[in-house]
């Protein structure tokens, strides 16, 4: 994504380029409100274009430059740029770029997801159109993650690996390298046609500039004892100062020095504290843990001394019940017999 974005940002220089330069040659040479028309063009579009494909995420940069492409397009079609230039050049190139970043867009985004994020890109564009051709860029990526429902939380910008790293950076060397040139002479062109100074003036002044250069440097090469004067005089300035911050700076030295010690010093006796603290709580603790053991030690000699005594009570009472009951009941019965045979 990341890659074929800004291959498609070096296709929308040079056509914007060459639609312009074209352009240009439709108008007289000293037609200052087209020329500078074609200028600010060349400049804020490529300008644009730079901020929103050269980004760290790489779908914000396809985001933001599929939403700059479409306003630049909307501009020129239907906006305020419709009338700027006569001819309709300028509408087919922004049209053109419009559907190049649309189908850059669809082969790299799902079906679903093409859908809805053209459909973002298009109301977006309306909703914040370009006025003038200063071209002022409003980022979109925010909103589109909003109207996708993503979490900026969930959203991890990084440049990838150590080569995708190192790409991104030779792929921004390049562009400026490449583009800062175009930019630099754009602007002097600018400035140049919506000056009153004319072009042998600027001549003279930078003669003029150039001489005083070339004087100053004769001066030095021809003049080494005023150089010399020059270097024993600065020495003599700056040695006390030099002198001075050397000396501020060995006692800040020492200062930290004595703090460090101090601080050392505060740690051991903290750490001593802190080791006599555990020791009390660990000697207690194991106090406790003794006494605990010996509680229930005694309280299980007295459950078990209390069974042993329910044990035994059972146990006289099983034995009663074994011998004793069938001697009671053979005597009852033997005197009932008894009392029934007397009276008989």
Do not use: C
């Not at 709580?281 to 299980?300: G, H, P, W």
Request: no cysteine.
């Amino acid at each position: 994504m990341r890659l074929l974005t800004r291959e498609y940002t070096q296709q929308f220089f040079s056509q914007v380029e060459q639609s312009a330069d074209h352009i240009s040659e439709q108008y007289d040479a000293q037609d200052r409100v087209h020329q500078s028309y074609v200028l600010l063009w060349k400049i804020n579009a490529q300008e644009g274009m730079q901020q929103a494909a050269y980004q760290v995420s790489p779908m914000a940069a396809l985001i933001d430059a599929w939403v700059f492409t479409e306003q630049m397009n909307q501009y020129f079609d239907s906006g305020a740029g419709a009338d700027l230039f006569d001819g309709d050049s300028v509408q087919g190139t922004s049209s053109l770029l419009a559907q190049d970043i649309e189908g850059l867009a669809k082969g790299l985004l799902k079906q679903s997801d093409f859908e809805t994020t053209k459909s973002f890109v298009s109301q977006f564009a309306q909703d914040n159109p370009f006025l003038e051709l200063s071209f002022i860029r409003t980022p979109a990526y925010r909103a589109w993650l909003e109207a996708n429902q993503i979490s900026e939380d969930q959203v991890v910008s990084t440049l990838g690996t150590m080569p995708e790293a190192l790409g991104d950076v030779s792929d921004r060397l390049s562009l400026v390298s490449e583009q800062t040139p175009k930019l630099m002479t754009w602007k002097a062109q600018l400035i140049a046609l919506n000056s009153t100074v004319s072009g042998e003036q600027l001549n003279k002044t930078l003669e003029s500039l150039q001489a005083t250069s070339r004087s100053f440097q004769d001066f030095v090469e021809n003049n080494p004892e005023y150089m010399e004067e020059l270097a024993r005089q600065m020495n003599a300035q700056l040695a006390p100062l030099v002198e001075q911050i050397d000396s501020r700076t060995e006692s800040r030295i020492e200062q930290l020095s004595e703090e460090r010690q101090a601080l050392e010093k505060m740690v051991a006796r903290e750490r001593a504290e802190i080791a006599q603290i555990i020791s009390k709580e660990r000697a207690k603790f194991t106090q406790d843990i003794d006494q605990m053991s010996q509680d229930v030690v005694a309280l299980a000699i007295d459950k078990l001394i209390e069974l042993i005594k329910s044990t035994i009570i059972y146990f006289i009472l099983f034995i009663v019940a074994i011998f004793f009951a069938p001697l009671g009941l053979g005597y009852m019965l033997g005197k009932r017999s008894a009392s029934k045979v007397k009276a008989s």
